[in-house]
């Protein structure tokens, strides 16, 4: 039988489904690193509980499940990382901006930057996020090889802030 890689579930009536499915998200991430063959007939549950956060919240839970596995000597595929990045109102100015600022490919005249682990004050205005995951590993993800893993989005992107915010990860 196939291992399982799992993560707790908490009974409380303040986790609803945006919780389940960010709990899912990263249960998937780290079941495509972790070299489950390597461990026959056992779970391996991973617990993240976030006391405080300022920002990235999601990415920052992935690296730290990664790190506490790797330092448990777990035999992983490849080194799961993500990045939150963030798509940031036309106009405004961001100290972090990693683009100076990318045109959407001449279609129209508006611009967005991309600002990638923001804090939580550099959330609030963003009109829309995503966090992707890449692998050092190319055979981790099914994505034909570039190394992205997963990705999860939250608010409206248009295609080309949603590529730009996956070049930016990959890069990063």
Known sequence: SAS???SGSASSAAYGAAEREVERFLA?????????????????EVVVQVI???GSAIGTALNAAALALMDAGVEM??????????VLPDGQDDKNDVNGGVSNGGRSSSTYEICLDPC?????????????????NNSAGGDGGNGIL???SFGTLSLESYLACVEGSARA
């Not at 939580?120 to 692998?135: L, Y």
């Open 77 to 86: 595929v490849g080194l799961p990382i993500a990045t939150t990045c963030l």
């Open 120 to 136: 939580a004050e550099e959330e609030s205005p963003g009109e829309g996020a995503t966090v992707v995951i890449v692998t050092n």
């Open 150 to 152: 997963s990705s999860m």
């Open 28 to 44: 998937d991430a780290i079941a495509a690193t972790v070299r489950t063959e390597a461990y026959p007939r056992t779970a391996i």
């Open 4 to 6: 399982d890689v799992s």
């Open 52 to 54: 405080k956060s300022d």
